[in-house]
């Protein structure tokens, strides 16, 4: 591979520049993070088995709980740790925020690892030696840190900073207190460290029910900020975990375990969204104390948030996508409607069009809603420049051309001779080279390429009135044949003697017609999906869910498509022309059908 010249890096375009880059920038510029070294706890053996002399590098994580399917938000999400951490060499870890065991499945571990690899990010480095209890390099679980977790709560405990809460649920709803109102102590808030520990032990040897108590860290009843009013660190929960079994009947909160977390992997900045923003005390109040006690590394990871990716006509609420694939609303979270990266994929969206709609969606600490458009637009660029092109009819109705046997038949007037056609492969790449297909007497046509009447501004197929095949023939409408319910069934043309594209005199008849077509011969046929947004509300989620549906969101079409189509691979994006931009559904393909999705149209008409 060659260096680029001096001509091509000065053409590369800048990173764009976001208040992220501005912090990483400065901290690696004060040398932050210097004394860093791969692992977690001072003499933590577990937690320094591999890499313990590694040079300081920037760390990031992306940290998704396994209980669901990624959604579109989590792109940006993991576009925005990965870019980071490879723009700035550092890392980047996929660590699974697995502390909920009853929403938590292997499933879900196993789609979020396909979803980010898909996205072009590895979660491992082949020269690392594995940790124990890690799958990959760079691919962690917070249940590989259940053990720390609990020793860490025993010195807050000992240390005066947490008790157990014995009491209800609702009693401590009541006593938290609202943002008017400060909280009032626990009346189990004064026991001694000694009584707390012993308590704390009887939780983890399941001597109490579940939700009977809970382990607090002793902060500030009358904190403005609510998530300082003692949050709750432990809660009893007998369920079987996906990755520890049955070893623990106690489980740590996420806004424990998440902090405790990223200093073990001495990740320097935890990037998060907005709605973290006020658990950002906790998280440094948990952090300075355990590095006061010795457990953590200092300088520990600091937290930044970035407004999350708001798309109109879209939900991302991990309950309510559930609900939809519980009741069978969709075809299962990798629905082509659904907004899950699975989801996504089926449809036809590509990695890179992901990623540039991430870029262009800016990184800034304000919210707001990018429209829909934007993101088909990003398919769009990335998929006009590479995808092979094809012709495929949605609609057919047939087109007999009455004097093919005539002029094509040879001495026999044989109806049934066809003529060679080709187009190119990509227009703007002829090195690709062309594709084959047939012309015949009979072809299928669109359905609303027809009319009896001219109406304004059309141009194509009505009696009298010449219109251009693609890459075949001029044909001159002659008529067309309805049934008693007025259907249209069949229309008719003759061929126009010496007008084949490429052919000298090709242009000597000039049409404002040009329609795509594919040969009764040789068509395929196809089932074809055209997708829609899966919600007609622009801010979806506000009132009932199933009123909110688009219920136009799928239109299922038996189609007849080009032969170059035959050999399509799963995955595989073409330009069906003037349609727009589909893909060989990978599902239906193992199941030996041939289903292509609608990714995107050719322009934008939501609404039209």
């Given at each position: 591979?060659?260096?680029?010249?001096?001509?091509?890096?000065a053409?590369?375009?800048?990173?764009?520049?976001?208040?992220?880059?501005?912090?990483?920038?400065?901290?690696?510029?004060?040398?932050?993070?210097?004394?860093?070294?791969w692992?977690?706890?001072?003499?933590?053996?577990?937690?320094?088995?591999?890499?313990?002399?590694?040079?300081?590098?920037?760390?990031?994580?992306?940290?998704?709980?396994?209980?669901?399917?990624?959604?579109?938000?989590?792109?940006?999400?993991?576009?925005?740790?990965?870019?980071?951490?490879?723009?700035y060499?550092?890392?980047?870890?996929?660590?699974?925020?697995?502390?909920?065991?009853?929403?938590?499945?292997?499933?879900?571990?196993?789609?979020?690892?396909?979803?980010?690899?898909?996205?072009?990010?590895?979660?491992?480095?082949?020269?690392?030696?594995?940790?124990?209890?890690?799958?990959?390099?760079?691919?962690?679980?917070?249940?590989?840190?259940?053990?720390?977790?609990?020793?860490?709560?025993?010195?807050?405990?000992?240390?005066?900073?947490?008790?157990?809460?014995?009491?209800?649920?609702?009693?401590?709803?009541?006593?938290?207190?609202?943002?008017?109102?400060?909280?009032?102590?626990?009346?189990?808030?004064?026991?001694?460290?000694?009584?707390?520990?012993?308590?704390?032990?009887?939780?983890?040897?399941?001597?109490l029910?579940?939700?009977?108590?809970?382990?607090?860290?002793?902060i500030?009843?009358?904190?403005p900020?609510?998530?300082?009013?003692?949050?709750?660190?432990?809660?009893?929960?007998?369920?079987?975990?996906?990755?520890?079994?049955?070893?623990?009947?106690?489980?740590?909160?996420?806004?424990?375990?998440?902090?405790?977390?990223?200093?073990?992997?001495?990740?320097?900045?935890?990037?998060?969204?907005?709605?973290?923003?006020?658990?950002?005390?906790?998280?440094?109040?948990?952090?300075?104390?355990?590095?006061?006690?010795?457990?953590?590394?200092?300088?520990?990871?600091?937290?930044?948030?970035?407004?999350?990716?708001?798309v109109?006509?879209?939900?991302?609420?991990?309950?309510?996508?559930?609900?939809?694939?519980?009741?069978?609303?969709?075809?299962?979270?990798?629905?082509?409607?659904m907004?899950?990266?699975?989801?996504?994929?089926?449809?036809?969206?590509?990695?890179?069009?992901?990623?540039?709609?991430?870029?262009?969606?800016?990184?800034?600490?304000?919210?707001?809603?990018?429209?829909?458009a934007?993101?088909?637009?990003?398919?769009?660029?990335?998929?006009?420049?590479?995808?092979?092109?094809?012709?495929?009819?949605?609609?057919?109705?047939?087109?007999?051309?009455?004097?093919?046997?005539?002029?094509?038949?040879?001495?026999?007037?044989?109806?049934?001779?066809?003529?060679?056609?080709?187009?190119?492969?990509h227009?703007?790449?002829?090195?690709?080279?062309?594709?084959?297909?047939?012309?015949?007497?009979?072809?299928?046509i669109?359905?609303?390429?027809?009319?009896?009447?001219?109406?304004?501004?059309?141009?194509?197929?009505?009696?009298?009135?010449?219109?251009?095949?693609?890459?075949?023939?001029?044909?001159?409408?002659?008529?067309?044949?309805?049934?008693?319910?007025?259907k249209?069934?069949?229309?008719?043309?003759?061929?126009?003697?010496?007008?084949?594209s490429?052919?000298?005199?090709?242009?000597?008849?000039?049409?404002?017609?040009?329609?795509?077509?594919?040969?009764?011969?040789?068509?395929?046929?196809?089932?074809?999906?055209?997708?829609?947004?899966?919600?007609?509300?622009?801010?979806?989620?506000?009132?009932?869910?199933?009123?909110?549906?688009?219920?136009?969101?799928?239109?299922?079409?038996?189609?007849?498509?080009?032969?170059?189509?035959?050999?399509?691979?799963?995955?595989?994006?073409?330009?069906?022309?003037?349609?727009?931009?589909?893909?060989?559904?990978?599902?239906?393909?193992?199941?030996?059908?041939?289903?292509?999705?609608?990714?995107?149209?050719?322009?934008?008409?939501?609404?039209k």
């Open positions: 591979m060659t260096s680029p010249t001096d001509k091509d890096v053409k590369t375009p800048a990173a764009p520049s976001n208040f992220l880059r501005h912090v990483i920038e400065n901290d690696l510029a004060q040398g932050a993070y210097t004394g860093r070294r692992g977690g706890a001072p003499g933590d053996a577990e937690h320094h088995a591999h890499g313990m002399n590694d040079p300081a590098r920037v760390r990031l994580r992306f940290p998704p709980e396994p209980n669901g399917y990624l959604h579109i938000g989590h792109a940006k999400s993991i576009w925005l740790n990965f870019e980071l951490a490879r723009e060499g550092g890392v980047c870890h996929l660590r699974f925020d697995d502390t909920n065991p009853e929403k938590e499945e292997q499933e879900y571990v196993d789609s979020i690892r396909d979803a980010v690899e898909w996205l072009g990010y590895e979660t491992y480095l082949a020269d690392r030696p594995s940790a124990p209890g890690v799958m990959q390099p760079h691919e962690y679980f917070a249940s590989d840190y259940f053990d720390f977790m609990y020793r860490a709560a025993e010195y807050l405990i000992g240390a005066g900073l947490a008790y157990v809460d014995e009491q209800s649920a609702e009693e401590v709803r009541a006593n938290r207190g609202d943002f008017g109102k400060p909280g009032t102590d626990s009346p189990y808030r004064t026991r001694t460290p000694e009584e707390n520990l012993a308590r704390f032990r009887a939780m983890r040897d399941g001597q029910a579940d939700g009977a108590a809970t382990l607090r860290a002793k500030d009843m009358a904190s900020n609510i998530n300082m009013r003692d949050p709750a660190l432990y809660r009893i929960r007998r369920a079987t975990h996906h990755n520890t079994g049955d070893k623990w009947c106690i489980y740590p909160m996420y806004t424990y375990a998440h902090p405790i977390e990223d200093a073990l992997e001495q990740i320097t900045h935890s990037i998060c969204t907005l709605e973290f923003e006020d658990q950002r005390p906790f998280y440094d109040w948990l952090l300075d104390r355990l590095a006061e006690g010795g457990l953590i590394a200092s300088p520990h990871p600091r937290q930044y948030e970035f407004a999350r990716l708001n109109t006509h879209v939900l991302t609420s991990k309950r309510k996508l559930r609900q939809l694939v519980e009741e069978k609303h969709v075809d299962g979270w990798d629905d082509p409607r907004p899950t990266l699975a989801g996504l994929r089926r449809r036809g969206y590509t990695p890179e069009a992901l990623r540039l709609f991430c870029e262009r969606s800016g990184t800034t600490k304000s919210g707001g809603w990018i429209d829909y934007a993101l088909e637009a990003a398919l769009r660029d990335t998929l006009d420049p590479v995808a092979p092109r094809a012709m495929a009819v949605l609609d057919p109705v047939k087109l007999v051309i009455t004097n093919w046997g005539e002029l094509m038949g040879g001495p026999d007037k044989d109806e049934s001779a066809l003529d060679d056609c080709s187009a190119p492969i227009p703007h790449h002829p090195e690709l080279g062309k594709r084959a297909f047939k012309l015949g007497r009979e072809v299928w669109e359905r609303t390429d027809y009319e009896d009447v001219q109406p304004k501004g059309f141009f194509r197929l009505f009696p009298g009135n010449k219109v251009r095949l693609k890459y075949g023939h001029v044909i001159e409408c002659t008529g067309a044949t309805r049934d008693a319910e007025g249209l069934i069949e229309v008719q043309a003759k061929l126009v003697p010496d007008t084949k490429g052919t000298p005199g090709a242009d000597a008849i000039k049409v404002k017609g040009n329609i795509t077509w594919v040969a009764v011969a040789d068509a395929v046929q196809a089932e074809v999906r055209l997708y829609e947004r899966l919600f007609s509300e622009a801010n979806p989620g506000g009132g009932e869910l199933l009123e909110e549906l688009n219920r136009h969101s799928l239109e299922v079409c038996s189609a007849y498509v080009e032969p170059s189509l035959a050999d399509a691979k799963p995955e595989a994006a073409f330009q069906f022309e003037r349609h727009g931009y589909f893909v060989l559904d990978a599902k239906a393909a193992a199941a030996g059908q041939r289903v292509f999705n609608r990714a995107a149209g050719m322009r934008d008409s939501w609404g």
